[in-house]
């Protein structure tokens, strides 16, 4: 994780330096085309690799991380930025699709699990050796069959849309850019300008990094034999896609005005107080040492709120970002959010090494 967003992170702030120049649609279709060609790879890996060595092994999945971290570079960059200069609608659009790339993944988990039963093992050692790399492959392939998809939909709506882009991505005489700021703005000047959702959508999205840890270590109270969700290899992705669930609909919900919130300072203060999920989750069945609350729906619930709020604080502020400058700046306003979601992911990640559960 932290090789993922420290990755990311680097390719967004090379590409935040390159404001002049930057041809916004050019580097999402990029990043669409790594995106699907990591996960081809990754797909092909499942059922061609099995007979390599570990450290092989280890070697090729930190390197497909690494593509994978660039290609979400781009797509920070360029989305946030391209978006950034249109109304805050468009960023919510975006924001959403997140997480729906959030939520596919899991609903594909979990149907590969359930419909490509384990092997029985012989003893505990060999329980994680037993599951069967189909599921992976199918997950992997699920997730580049969206990939592909979106590139061809991206594809085409440039096709249709070629004057406008050329409009908003090439300087005409005596004509601003739509969508690039009259001058770079240094990283400094835009914190200056937005330091409250600077802050929020820093401190938001690393206090979520919390969230995987406690959900990959966290069992059913119920014996494994007293339902299918009870396994743990239902009950870790059914709590990752209950997360994620929440997480889409705060994002959805930023759509609607009468439910969007545009107040800064009420924004900075919602991602504060959601460091009180960190002490709720300890509460849960981790690592089948027994739950201080004995109720797989309040772990459940704890999950559910705890993305509907991140999705909904972050959300909010990644579309009142650009409103907050000038309209010949929103361009690079959105592309600064866009950075300082990545930040604050690699720093969530970073700091998720301290957590011992």
Same mark, same amino acid.
């Given at each position: 994780?932290?090789?993922?967003?420290?990755?990311?992170?680097?390719?967004?702030?090379?590409?935040?330096y390159?404001?002049?120049?930057?041809?916004?649609?050019?580097?999402?279709?990029?990043?669409?085309?790594?995106?699907?060609? /990591?996960?081809?790879? %990754?797909? &092909?890996?499942? +059922?061609?690799? @099995?007979?390599? *060595? $570990?450290? /092989?092994?280890?070697? %090729?999945? &930190?390197?497909? +991380?690494?593509? @994978?971290?660039? *290609? $979400?570079g781009?797509f920070?960059?360029?989305?946030?930025?391209? +978006?950034?200069?249109?109304?805050?609608?468009?960023?919510?659009?975006?924001?959403?699709?997140?997480?729906?790339?959030?939520?596919?993944?899991?609903?594909?988990?979990?149907?590969?699990?359930?419909?490509?039963?384990?092997?029985?093992?012989e003893?505990?050692?060999?329980?994680?050796?037993?599951?069967?790399?189909?599921?992976?492959?199918?997950?992997?392939?699920?997730?580049?069959?969206?990939?592909?998809?979106?590139?061809?939909?991206?594809?085409?709506?440039?096709?249709?849309?070629?004057?406008?882009?050329?409009?908003?991505?090439?300087?005409?005489?005596?004509?601003?850019?739509?969508?690039?700021?009259?001058?770079?703005?240094?990283?400094?000047?835009?914190?200056?300008?937005?330091?409250?959702?600077?802050?929020?959508?820093?401190?938001?999205?690393?206090?979520?990094?919390?969230?995987?840890v406690?959900?990959?270590?966290?069992?059913?109270?119920?014996?494994?034999?007293?339902?299918?969700l009870?396994?743990?290899?239902?009950?870790?992705?059914?709590?990752?896609?209950?997360?994620?669930?929440?997480?889409?609909?705060?994002?959805?919900?930023?759509?609607?005005?009468?439910?969007?919130?545009?107040?800064?300072?009420?924004?900075?203060?919602?991602?504060?107080?959601?460091?009180?999920?960190?002490?709720?989750?300890?509460?849960?069945?981790?690592?089948?040492?027994?739950?201080k609350?004995?109720?797989?729906?309040?772990?459940?619930?704890?999950?559910?709120?705890?993305?509907?709020?991140?999705?909904?604080?972050?959300?909010?502020?990644m579309?009142?970002?650009?409103?907050?400058?000038?309209?010949?700046?929103?361009?690079?306003?959105?592309?600064?959010?866009?950075?300082?979601?990545?930040?604050?992911?690699?720093?969530?990640?970073?700091?998720?090494?301290?957590?011992?559960?």
């Amino acid at each position: 994780m932290t090789v993922s967003t420290g990755a990311t992170l680097i390719t967004t702030l090379a590409l935040s330096y390159l404001q002049k120049s930057a041809h916004y649609p050019r580097r999402i279709i990029i990043a669409l085309i790594l995106n699907s060609v /990591v996960f081809i790879l %990754f797909a &092909l890996s499942t +059922v061609s690799f @099995t007979n390599i *060595s $570990a450290g /092989v092994y280890l070697a %090729f999945t &930190l390197l497909m +991380v690494l593509g @994978t971290a660039v *290609s $979400a570079g781009f797509f920070q960059n360029g989305l946030f930025a391209y +978006v950034g200069s249109f109304d805050p609608i468009y960023t919510q659009g975006v924001m959403s699709g997140q997480g729906v790339a959030g939520v596919l993944p899991s609903i594909a988990q979990m149907v590969a699990v359930l419909a490509i039963p384990p092997k029985a093992p012989e003893s505990q050692e060999d329980k994680s050796a037993s599951a069967s790399p189909k599921s992976a492959f199918v997950y992997f392939l699920t997730a580049t069959a969206v990939s592909c998809l979106a590139l061809s939909l991206f594809v085409i709506l440039v096709s249709r849309h070629r004057e406008r882009f050329h409009r908003s991505n090439h300087q005409t005489a005596g004509e601003p850019e739509a969508n690039e700021p009259k001058e770079t703005l240094s990283l400094l000047v835009l914190i200056k300008k937005l330091p409250l959702p600077a802050y929020t959508i820093f401190f938001n999205f690393a206090l979520t990094m919390v969230f995987p840890v406690f959900t990959q270590a966290t069992l059913s109270v119920n014996p494994p034999s007293s339902s299918v969700l009870s396994r743990p290899e239902v009950f870790i992705p059914f709590s990752f896609l209950i997360w994620n669930t929440g997480d889409l609909i705060g994002r959805v919900i930023c759509g609607f005005p009468k439910i969007a919130c545009t107040n800064p300072k009420i924004l900075a203060i919602a991602a504060t107080v959601r460091v009180v999920y960190v002490p709720l989750y300890w509460l849960g069945n981790i690592k089948g040492r027994g739950a201080k609350v004995q109720s797989d729906f309040f772990y459940e619930l704890v999950q559910f709120t705890f993305g509907l709020t991140n999705g909904y604080v972050g959300s909010n502020t990644m579309m009142l970002g650009p409103q907050l400058v000038p309209e010949e700046e929103s361009g690079a306003a959105g592309g600064f959010m866009g950075l300082c979601l990545v930040a604050g992911l690699a720093a969530g990640s970073a700091a998720s090494f301290l957590l011992s559960v």
